[in-house]
């Protein structure tokens, strides 16, 4: 079992930046891979990041690509997703998710979720 909390959202004008954090619960965090994916009002639920467990291998969708960086402190249960550069259509709510296998892009390969934290980007 693991318990997620996201925290780090806020108000942000576009151009700058935000660091979300996740810190989970659990002694087994070490053990998962950890995405980001964001939910905008009256869109589907999009993957933006994923890191494996060892924080060896990076994945990101193509439009935070070069704009956002996933990483992990497995000594401090933590997934962090820095966010610069912002655009006012990166705009929606963040959630962190802990993957039980499968392909990473997909929100049905994490079992664990956060609930999430809100950024707001104006132009």
């Known amino acids: 079992q693991v318990q997620l909390v996201e925290s780090g959202g806020g108000l942000v004008q576009a151009g700058g930046s935000v660091r979300l954090s996740c810190a989970a619960s659990?002694?087994?965090?070490?053990?998962?891979?950890m995405g980001w994916f964001r939910q905008a009002p009256g869109k589907e639920r999009e993957f933006v990041a994923a890191?494996?467990?060892?924080?060896?291998?990076?994945y990101y969708a193509d439009s935070v690509k070069g704009r956002f960086t996933i990483s992990r402190d497995n000594a401090k249960n933590t997934v962090y997703l820095q966010m610069t550069r912002l655009k006012p259509e990166d705009a929606a709510v963040y959630y962190c998710?802990?993957?039980?296998?499968?392909?990473?892009?997909?929100?049905?390969?994490?079992?664990?979720w956060g609930q999430g934290t809100q950024v707001t980007v104006s132009s």
């Open positions: 998710a802990a993957s039980t296998g499968g392909n990473l892009y997909f929100d049905k390969s994490y079992g664990y």
């Open positions: 659990g002694r087994t965090f070490s053990s998962y891979a």
């Open positions: 890191i494996g467990w060892s924080g060896g291998f990076t």
